[in-house]
């Protein structure tokens, strides 16, 4: 079964069932070999907060070591969001294993009359892809209520309320008490951690005889204080029974505190049931890292773009709060919402906007803009989101606020504009254009590889920019090939397009006059900088240098200072532009470097190199050794874990410098850690994207965001290859491309074992080279210049 089937099939079952209970999907699980036995589970209720309290969850959990399962619900652009393994979404082809295994029971069921809904049949897969993957923890994120909701059909070791306002008052009450005891049924042996106050709590406590754990003000078992905003983090103070801790959160706002304090409470229980200790260090680096997109996600600064999923009176009064902590001028709204929806009560909550923007998602549930118009004054209302966003993003100044809020299904369009950029593919034969179908889930039917052998670009759109590419692609020349994926509601598809660069400038011309929104979704990402660094115009060469008694190439040989200075001018004068300084190993198996000692290795090269003719890169993946190495006087931070330490970004913005963002599963690199890709590129340009935007909104520009597709870091050795012939894709971010493949053991596939790989890396930089990387990262700088250049030049007379 394809994946394009699997999600098709999901997506036609069901959304609503008449019945009540958990004892049809406690079936469906018992037909799968129950794999909730398999792992502790976690449940998380609750009316506004859960998902980002799941996430904050999430994050400090793998921060103490565990593998962890994420279970959320709805989805931005892809269904398999909802089911991620230490922050990995499920793999296609798991997906579809799943559905084949399941589909004749829920097929027996329907038969019956019983067959279970989407939510049920999701929640079932959840659990079966984390059993499959053998996590340590399940985090489930609650999707209605709590008494009849499908994840209560698991028992859990811990479970929180994060908070209740009212909300689907036909299925849960028509009050707050009423909502908070339906929720309150999430309730364990061990004390409901839960934020709520007033009457809410009191229901809480009376259904679990007051078997609760507190969060919130003085007097709570857990205190948060929200002590402001600095920059563009939230600064927290947390204090439970016998533990502090004072941290940073990327998600803003006073309400982030307390789902911080339910994620800490919650750590602490999960942490005694599995005897794994869950630290202060644990709890503050973890909460810190935790990112939830389409919640207060900061998406520009000039002006800045907010994208916030609120869809309630109660979300939208925080939004409102939220919002209240920025300086802007005017304020541009962006609203959509569904049907069912209080559109009044969200209106009186909002922030007031000078220009308001109201918009239909591509959604059967969604209100009609005009409709929706009529509760916000004044409204201007746009048959789409994206026609919305772009007005409202041409009309703000810079030091104006563009707010898109009202609904996820709002903020999972809008938010495309930033994430859903066309991939460059290089198509020299059946084989390559067979391989981009396939990564578009384009039915076998469908496919005629014949016809993509000239310029090919692959991209996500909505269904209906589908069909009109379709027909503007037929009537320039050109070909569209689309998803076989058809689902309701309806979920962004893939699309190839493919044909000369002329056809695609009078495609591009005809988009512009039609449909600006479009046009502007298919141009390739085409970066103008006028920062001038040595790869703005040539592949520039990293001159590896590592001050480290156990790095795998060169290890001990510059570990002391005059070595390494000796080396450095070398590698200078061999040709390098940059050099970079390594003073902690990430092979694999490797022992982490304390801090202290790394910084005592890397800081005197530093400083005794200043004045050679090179840029000076610091390999590090700590924001203190990089502060350390800058005021040293290095100019480029070069972090293999992808910013993993959540204060590298603020660093690299501070001090203005470009920052190497490695994708990396592990640093050191674990060799016991193995990672499922679908395809191991698109993949990768996925996972780095969401970096991207992380370091953007700390303030860099993607012309100082250098992405590395991380060869041999959780890759296999034919991953490894198949990330050095297609780094062109990597173009589609935008940012210059990084390639590290220095004597790695993927050459090992060419007969090349260790000690005997300069050959084999020579060869690699100038495929690299060739495929359009703007800098490659090696040992040996001589032969690797030669091999570059060699390639710029056969490419400018090919040319």
Not at 70 to 77: A, D, E, G
Not at 334 to 347: E, F, I, N, T, W
Request: aromatic residues 4%; charged residues 25%; negative net charge.
């Amino acid at each position: 079964m394809q994946y394009h089937e699997a999600a098709t099939w999901l997506f036609d079952l069901r959304r609503h069932s008449p019945r009540t209970g958990v004892e049809h999907t406690r079936h469906l699980l018992d037909s799968l070999d129950s794999p909730d036995e398999s792992y502790v589970v976690v449940q998380i209720a609750g009316s506004n907060g859960k998902g980002s309290t799941a996430a904050l969850l999430d994050r400090v959990l793998r921060e103490a070591g565990l593998d962890v399962g994420l279970y959320t619900s709805p989805h931005l652009s892809d269904v398999r969001e909802r089911v991620q393994v230490n922050g990995r979404k499920m793999p296609k082809r798991a997906l579809a294993e799943y559905v084949e295994t399941a589909k004749s029971y829920v097929t027996d069921r329907g038969a019956a009359g019983e067959s279970p809904t989407f939510f049920e049949t999701v929640t079932g897969m959840a659990l079966w892809e984390f059993d499959r993957q053998e996590v340590d923890v399940a985090i489930l994120e609650v999707g209605i209520g709590g008494q009849h909701d499908a994840t209560s059909a698991t028992t859990p070791v811990a479970s929180a309320v994060a908070s209740v306002t009212l909300e689907h008052a036909d299925l849960l009450g028509d009050t707050e008490a009423e909502i908070a005891r339906d929720k309150a049924h999430v309730a364990t042996d061990r004390p409901l951690v839960t934020a709520t106050t007033g009457e809410a709590l009191d229901a809480v406590r009376d259904h679990t005889d007051g078997n609760v754990h507190t969060v919130g003000a003085a007097g709570s078992d857990v205190t948060t204080r929200y002590e402001g905003r600095v920059g563009i983090e939230g600064k927290v103070s947390l204090a439970g029974p016998d533990w502090t801790v004072e941290t940073r959160l990327a998600m803003l706002g006073a309400h982030q505190a307390k789902n911080a304090g339910v994620a800490a409470a919650l750590a602490r229980q999960v942490g005694e049931e599995l005897d794994v200790p869950v630290t202060t260090d644990d709890l503050a680096r973890g909460l810190r890292s935790a990112h939830w997109p389409g919640r207060f996600e900061l998406m520009g600064r000039e002006p800045l773009v907010v994208l916030d999923g609120a869809h309630n009176p109660g979300s939208c009064e925080t939004l409102t709060d939220t919002l209240g902590a920025f300086d802007y001028d005017d304020c541009h709204l962006v609203v959509g919402a569904m049907s069912d929806k209080d559109h009044a009560g969200m209106a009186a909550a909002l922030p007031t906007g000078d220009e308001i923007y109201t918009c239909r998602p591509d959604f059967t549930r969604a209100e009609r803009p005009e409709v929706l118009a009529e509760s916000f004054p004044d409204a201007t209302p746009f048959d789409t989101v994206g026609a919305a966003v772009d007005t409202a993003l041409d009309a703000a100044d810079s030091s104006d606020a563009v707010v898109v809020c009202g609904s996820l299904f709002v903020v999972a369009e809008a938010r495309e504009r930033w994430t859903a950029t066309p991939t460059p593919k290089q198509v020299r034969d059946a084989d390559d254009a067979r391989t981009a179908l396939d990564g578009a889930d384009v039915p076998a039917s469908d496919q005629h590889p014949d016809e993509i052998v000239r310029e090919t670009r692959t991209l996500t759109v909505r269904p209906a920019q589908a069909r009109r590419l379709d027909t503007a692609m037929a009537a320039v020349g050109g070909s569209c090939s689309v998803s076989g994926l058809d689902a309701q509601p309806r979920e962004p598809v893939s699309v190839v397009l493919s044909g000369t660069t002329a056809e695609f400038e009078t495609l591009d011309a005809r988009l512009r006059a039609d449909d600006p929104v479009l046009a502007n979704r298919v141009a390739v990402a085409d970066p103008e900088t006028d920062a001038d660094y040595p790869w703005t115009d040539r592949t520039a060469v990293m001159g590896i240098l590592n001050v480290t008694p156990d790095s795998f190439h060169d290890g001990g040989e510059y570990d002391a200072v005059d070595a390494a200075v000796e080396r450095a001018e070398e590698i200078v004068a061999e040709g390098a532009d940059i050099v970079d300084i390594g003073g902690e190993s990430t092979r694999p198996g490797a022992e982490p470097v304390p801090v202290d000692e790394e910084i005592d290795r890397l800081v005197p090269v530093v400083e005794r190199i200043g004045d050679l003719d090179a840029l000076i890169s610091v390999d590090t993946r700590r924001a203190e050794t990089a502060r350390a190495a800058l005021d040293a006087g290095a100019d480029i931070i070069n972090d293999v874990s992808g910013l993993a330490d959540p204060g590298m970004r603020f660093v690299a913005a501070e001090y203005d410098v470009p920052v190497v963002v490695m994708h990396s599963i592990n640093a050191p690199v674990d060799p016991d850690v193995t990672v499922e890709y679908d395809d191991v590129v698109s993949d990768t340009i996925a996972q780095l994207r969401e970096r991207i935007l992380l370091a953007e909104r700390a303030g860099l520009s993607r012309d100082q965001i250098i992405v590395d597709p991380g060869i041999g870091f959780g890759k296999s050795a034919t991953e490894s290859f198949e990330l050095l012939d297609r780094t062109g894709e990597f173009a589609a971010l935008g940012c210059p491309v990084l390639v590290g493949h220095s004597h790695k053991s993927l050459f090992a596939r060419v007969e090349r074992e260790t000690g005997d790989r300069y050959e084999a890396t020579v060869a690699g930089s100038a495929i690299a080279a060739d495929r359009g990387a703007d800098i490659v990262r090696v040992h040996d700088v001589a032969g690797n210049v030669a091999a570059v250049r060699v390639a710029e030049e056969t490419r400018t007379q090919g040319s």
